[in-house]
């Protein structure tokens, strides 16, 4: 059940850390899984509470998969997703990236929305491979070939991007 699944997390963690003393690295693909109710402020900060208190205790990273809201680009699933965000110390999203007529391509992109301790990071691109089943990163012709079909008409979300890029850098007058 839900609600016993990070003391089970952290019953595992027991068991490891007294086989291996270095380092975990735990990837958690859905962490709203792992919470009661990913909505109520209580059940979030209890998991997010569990997460530091085993940062602390086991010497472990984890990589949380939490899904963003259906048409809400950049924004984690509820109260959990938005905390998290907060906390985090990396934010990354990945999803496909859209032709012209905002259908997806085999292209997917893998974008940095927060980064603690460094710049923000450019975005990088992937694609399934069949040779070696799986993903492989896209040479730079495929991501420059989408980028000039949709240059006739651009997309909300690079508009944004670009208009973010422009506004951090430095402060802009209104006027401008």
């Not at 909505?39 to 530091?52: A, K, W």
């Not at 472990?60 to 109260?79: D, Y």
């Not at 992109?109 to 990088?124: D, M, Q």
């Amino acid at each position: 059940p839900r609600a016993e699944r990070f003391h089970a997390l952290r019953e595992y963690l027991d068991h490891v850390r007294t086989k291996f003393d270095n380092h975990i690295f735990i990837i958690l693909d859905v962490l709203t899984d792992c919470c009661q109710d990913f909505n109520r402020t209580e059940s979030s900060m209890e998991l997010i509470d569990h997460l530091n208190m085993a940062i602390n205790q086991f010497d472990v990273t984890f990589l949380c998969v939490i899904h963003e809201n259906p048409g809400h680009s950049a924004k984690a699933r509820g109260h959990l997703g938005t905390e998290l965000t907060n906390k985090a110390s990396s934010v990354m999203q990945v999803g496909y990236e859209q032709d012209a007529a905002g259908k997806d391509t085999e292209l997917i992109r893998v974008k940095f929305l927060k980064c603690r301790n460094t710049k923000r990071h450019e975005p990088f691109y992937l694609k399934y491979c069949d040779t070696f089943k799986g993903l492989v990163l896209a040479d730079e012709e495929e991501v420059s070939r989408l980028s000039e079909q949709r240059k006739a008409k651009a997309m909300p979300v690079e508009v944004a991007e670009k208009i973010e890029k422009y506004l951090l850098d430095e402060p802009m007058k209104s006027s401008e």
